[in-house]
């Protein structure tokens, strides 16, 4: 009976059946005894070439998603406290996504490949601090979404970047979830001045929400904390390890309490869950793009003697605060994003004035005949604010490099634009001439 091979016309000749040197179970192609044989075989069909390409993919896969072992089991084993088996599936998995992203700060990125650049949310990206943050980081060349429901935050601050490709504007609510793929998350959501803050306590709500996107997308996230968690410090100047003397049932403890919340829960993430967390302490900031007439004090006396008004001082006017101008915090801001410090750090201007000394200063700059008109003082309001800033000089090399004189010039320029409409547009007795 013919063999199947016969069948399909192939034939096999009586040297093949016979040869003694074949080896009966392995390759049949490989003579026994032969030490060049492998090597003939890889030689021939190419099938060296393949081989080579074979380890240049695999290699450029592992260089790409830099998912090690131990990776993987230092996230098992943090999840094994949770004891849970369906946690730590999905710990393992996170893991992998992570690696899978290739994204995360720090990775490794691929030989030979330009190191990607960052996909950033900054929710509040529409307020005055967020929108400058936006401007740094979109002229490094990252992407970035801002999420902003415009309590306090207005297009305006971000007009410069529509149309760009690498930048979305989002109207959300952080009290409410939202899931984005993203490397960072700068959280600055929040009403910052007393009169908003009052109506809109979001801390606690919209810090719990964008903690957990951070988990679930394995983002590095930065929570914009304030000076406000000192209360009325009993300690002068103020370090990140003083814990503070804070009213926690005050008309400002919405703000005040709910920031230091927002911090326990930020160290509660990074503590049981390993997110990766950063957390500045932000003492008062100043400069173009402020809320006018928000109630904060530089905004305040600008806006009231850029209009002829007085300016309204609360108390005596020996109560203290340092004034930092926004750049200088944008810039601590991205050192502490990028550095390997959780923090808490201070970032502020040590430079330390009395609210008169304050008025002074807005009298240079505007009007030296601008009027002073005092009030009673406010519930709550800090006698003495200064950072001490040790920290984030040495272990982030910043400090603030703009004085208040130098700073405030630049902020007047773009209240009067703001106000006026007009650079040379003058004010006469509350009313408005060219
Ligand atoms: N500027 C300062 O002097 C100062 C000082 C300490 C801390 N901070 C902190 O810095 C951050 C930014 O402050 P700012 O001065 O730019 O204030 P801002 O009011 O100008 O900006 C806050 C932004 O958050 C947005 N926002 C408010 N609630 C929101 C919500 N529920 N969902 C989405 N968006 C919301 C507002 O619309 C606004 O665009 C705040 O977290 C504030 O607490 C600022």
């Known amino acids: 009976m013919e063999s199947e091979l016969t069948h399909r016309n192939h034939t096999t000749t009586a040297t093949q059946q016979q040869s003694p040197t074949l080896s009966p179970r392995s390759n049949p192609w490989i003579p026994v005894g032969n030490w060049k044989a492998p090597f003939v075989y890889m030689a021939q069909k190419q099938r060296l070439v393949f ?70 949310v900054v929710t509040g990206g529409a307020g005055f601090v967020g929108s400058h943050l936006v401007d740094r980081l979109i002229a490094r060349g990252d992407s970035v979404i801002v999420v902003d429901n415009f309590f306090t935050g207005r297009k305006e601050n971000l007009m410069q970047h529509f149309g760009n490709p690498k930048f979305e504007l989002i109207r959300h609510d952080v009290v409410e979830p939202i899931l984005l793929e993203v490397d960072q998350i700068y959280h600055l959501a929040c009403p910052a001045s007393p009169v908003h803050y009052k109506f809109n306590p979001t801390n606690v709500v919209g810090t719990l929400n964008m903690l957990g996107l951070a988990k679930r997308v394995g983002a590095r996230f930065l929570l914009t904390s304030t000076s ?47 997110i990766e967390v ?10 173009p793009r402020m809320c006018i007439d928000d109630g904060r004090v530089v905004s305040n006396f600008v806006a ?125 007795g509350g009313g408005a001439m060219a």
Request: with cysteine.
């Open 304 to 428: 009231q003697a850029l209009r002829k008004e007085p300016m309204t001082v609360y108390g005596d006017g020996k109560q203290t605060r340092s004034f930092q101008y926004v750049s200088d915090l944008v810039e601590g801001l991205i050192r502490l994003m990028e550095g390997d410090y959780v923090g808490p750090f201070n970032l502020g201007n040590p430079g330390e004035f009395t609210m008169l000394e304050l008025a002074e200063v807005v009298q240079e700059a505007i009007d030296p005949n601008a009027k002073i008109e005092f009030r009673p003082n406010t519930e709550d309001d800090p006698h003495k604010r200064k950072p001490d800033i040790s920290k984030a000089k040495q272990l982030l090399g910043w400090e603030p490099t703009i004085s208040l004189r130098k700073g405030l010039p630049l902020m007047v320029n773009d209240f009067r634009q703001r106000i006026f409409g007009n650079p040379k547009t003058v004010i006469v």
């Open 228 to 274: 406000e968690v000192y209360g009325d410090p009993l300690q002068h100047p103020q370090v990140e390890t003083y814990w503070g003397n804070v009213n926690p049932i005050g008309v400002r403890s919405c703000y005040d309490e709910g920031k230091r919340t927002a911090e326990t829960l930020t160290m509660d993430y990074h503590r049981s869950l390993g």
């Open 51 to 120: 081989v080579l390409i074979g380890i240049a993919i695999s290699a450029m896969f592992f260089n790409s998603f830099p998912v090690t072992m131990s990776s993987l089991s230092q996230q098992a084993s943090r999840s094994e406290n949770i004891e849970s088996s369906s946690m730590t599936r999905r710990v393992l998995y996170e893991a992998f996504q992570e690696g899978f992203r290739g994204r995360s700060v720090g990775g490794k990125v691929a030989l030979g490949l330009k190191k990607k650049s960052l996909r950033i």
């Open 278 to 287: 950063r957390i500045a302490r932000i003492f008062n900031t100043y400069g």
